[in-house]
């Protein structure tokens, strides 16, 4: 089992930044992928940004060159940098992680990020 804990997440203007974070506990392992999901009201939950174990890392194209992922592998944690924020990323950001050895997928219980225009 793997525990997750998202924190971070708040109310901003347009062009402001937040960064969450998400600790994981249990039974996570180096190998696995780690990244970030979000759902906005009335669509889908939608990838964000994912960073292996190698620190190779994976974007949407809505948040190239504005959000950054990273992970620290001793701390088990993963962060979200998020510049620039806009009105259309206003969602719930749900911390992932997808172990290495069987695909499963752990979801932390989401935070909430409003950008007001």
């Known amino acids: 089992q793997v525990q997750l804990v998202e924190s971070g997440g708040g109310l901003v203007h347009a062009g402001a930044s937040l960064r969450l974070a998400c600790a994981a506990s249990g039974s996570v392992s180096m190998p696995d992928t780690m990244g970030w999901y979000r759902q906005a009201p009335g669509k889908q939950r939608e990838l964000v940004a994912t960073?292996?174990?190698?620190?190779?890392?994976n974007y949407a194209d809505s948040v190239k060159g504005r959000f950054t992922v990273s992970r620290d592998n001793a701390k088990n944690t993963t962060y979200l940098q998020m510049n620039t924020l806009k009105p259309e990323d206003t969602a719930v950001y749900f911390c992932n992680v997808r172990k290495f050895t069987s695909g499963h997928d752990y979801w932390g219980q989401g935070t909430q990020v409003t950008v007001a225009s």
């Open positions: 960073i292996s174990s190698g620190s190779g890392t």
